[in-house]
């Protein structure tokens, strides 16, 4: 069985230059990554704000759905899965998962290392044709120490749920500009990040250091900021699969809608 998945940070709906609104806009491109899930960051669940600042007509002409973003673009074609994390005066954010398959159930874990900034991991569990995938919607901090306590997190919530070695992906903006958290995640979950898989064994390098048993360096792939990628935030890590694609979607459509490039693969059920 193959499943195409997508990870993308919205920003909250609104694109960075002028905060103008773009769920309309967001729809029809989350539409074209063809993917059976999608994994969201900084999604809003509730959103009065332009409500109140444009009042009803003018949010239609903003295209500010009435309903939650990601019951907005789930439409009739995916599931939703919804995880709140920060909550505010005109409404909260958090994690959103979108799947063709139907989703068994779903959990939120908070792992906010304080007051100011909180984060979740969304876990849920797909049913798909060829058996239960758990899949992990993840936004970590913006400081070291707490996406390191994060991260720990993070490995007890998949060893707790998942502790048979059953499929699994976990998706999102790890904030991890530095990678230090991939080798920990490798090591205790199993798991590979869909550009390390796709870097292996492809050149003669690669060749080369498995002959000799050497340890070949990983990078995860440029998402941030979305008009000029430097920073390697974003991130799938699958275990269970086969990566036969994985791409950085770029170009003035991306750079317009949110400040981090999405990534999509294709994954092949092992």
Not at 69 to 97: C, I, K, P, R, T
Not at 160 to 172: C, K, L
Not at 252 to 264: G, M, N, Q, T, Y
Request: proline share 4%; aromatic share 8%.
């Amino acid at each position: 069985m193959k499943i195409r998945v997508a990870t993308y940070n919205i920003h909250k709906g609104v694109s960075t230059i002028r905060a103008t609104p773009r769920v309309l806009a967001l729809k029809k491109a989350i539409g074209l990554f063809d993917a059976e899930v999608v994994f969201l960051q900084e999604v809003q669940g509730k959103h009065d704000k332009y409500t109140s600042k444009f009042g009803d007509e003018a949010r239609g002409r903003h295209h500010w759905p009435e309903e939650s973003q990601h019951e907005f673009f789930a439409g009739e074609s995916h599931h939703s899965a919804y995880g709140m994390n920060a909550v505010y005066d005109h409404g909260h954010h958090g994690n959103a998962l979108l799947s063709a398959f139907p989703i068994g159930n779903m959990k939120n874990h908070d792992v906010s290392d304080h007051a100011y900034e909180q984060r979740g991991i969304l876990h849920c569990v797909l049913e798909t044709p060829s058996g239960t995938v758990h899949c992990f919607v993840v936004h970590l901090g913006l400081f070291e120490a707490g996406r390191s306590r994060q991260t720990q997190a993070l490995i007890d919530c998949v060893n707790a749920s998942a502790p048979n070695g059953e499929p699994v992906i976990i998706a999102g903006d790890f904030n991890d500009w530095r990678n230090t958290l991939s080798a920990k995640l490798r090591d205790k979950l199993g798991v590979t990040e869909v550009f390390d898989e796709m870097g292996s064994g492809s050149s003669l390098g690669g060749l080369v250091r498995g002959l000799v048993g050497a340890k070949r360096k990983t990078t995860p792939a440029r998402t941030f900021p979305a008009a000029l990628p430097c920073f390697r935030l974003d991130r799938i890590y699958v275990r269970g699969f086969k990566v036969d694609t994985a791409e950085v979607l770029h170009g003035p459509l991306w750079a317009k809608l949110s400040d981090h490039a999405p990534i999509v693969a294709t994954l092949k059920l092992a």
